[in-house]
């Protein structure tokens, strides 16, 4: 007796041996799987698509990659610098490793008052919303208000040897590094930066 046969017999047993509020139910049961079967994998698919999308931001965001959103401002004078995608995807990488575990989507978790969003970065003193004074905070980083030091407390190159993530970057991944902190925001949106409302 073959398997398919077997099983036609024991479905015949169980549709004769049952009354019909059982019949029912087993029925119900057999379909219902189907569709929780078809549920599950809507629900599946509803919550992996924006896991997805954290994994790889650039697939949501990849029509963005236009020639306003590449230009950043290079130094306080106005210069500007158009960055290549492959730069920024670079910049995101590194920041990620180096930055990431307290400036995780922009914000800082030591203060969740300073982010690195342009707005407060133009409101840093000196300003730190271009290349060139971001590369400058990473090389020796002062307070908010520029009055001191806090080498000792925020990596830096200067304190490498305190915080040896830093030990291993050079002056064009700081520079990748500035440029990405720069160009996500106009990425991510008010996301970026945005602190606990978007968590």
């Not at 980083?141 to 001191?148: H, L, N, V, W």
């Not at 040896?164 to 991510?188: E, F, H, N």
Request: hydrophobic share 35%.
């Amino acid at each position: 007796m073959t398997t398919r046969s077997l099983n036609c017999v024991i479905q015949e047993i169980v549709v004769y041996q049952h009354h019909p509020p059982m019949n029912s139910f087993l029925h119900r049961l057999i379909t219902g799987l189907g569709s929780m079967t078809r549920r599950c994998g809507a629900l599946l698919a509803v919550f992996l698509l924006p896991l997805a999308m954290l994994v790889n931001p650039s697939a949501a965001y990849g029509a963005n990659w236009d020639t306003d959103t590449l230009t950043v401002p290079q130094n306080a004078q106005g210069a500007t610098a158009l960055l290549t995608e492959a730069e920024v995807k670079s910049g995101r990488a590194t920041f990620n490793q180096s930055c990431g575990s307290c400036h995780a989507s922009g914000i800082t978790k030591t203060n969740h008052n300073v982010g690195l969003d342009p707005e407060t970065l133009a409101l840093a003193t000196p300003p730190r919303n271009s290349i060139e004074s971001l590369v400058d905070y990473l090389n020796d980083p002062t307070s908010y208000d520029g009055e001191y030091s806090i080498a000792d407390l925020h990596p830096s190159l200067r304190s490498s040897d305190i915080f040896p993530k830093m030990r291993d970057l050079s002056d064009d991944d700081l520079r990748l590094i500035a440029g990405y902190i720069l160009v996500a925001p106009k990425i991510q949106g008010d996301s970026w930066g945005g602190g606990k409302i978007y968590f």
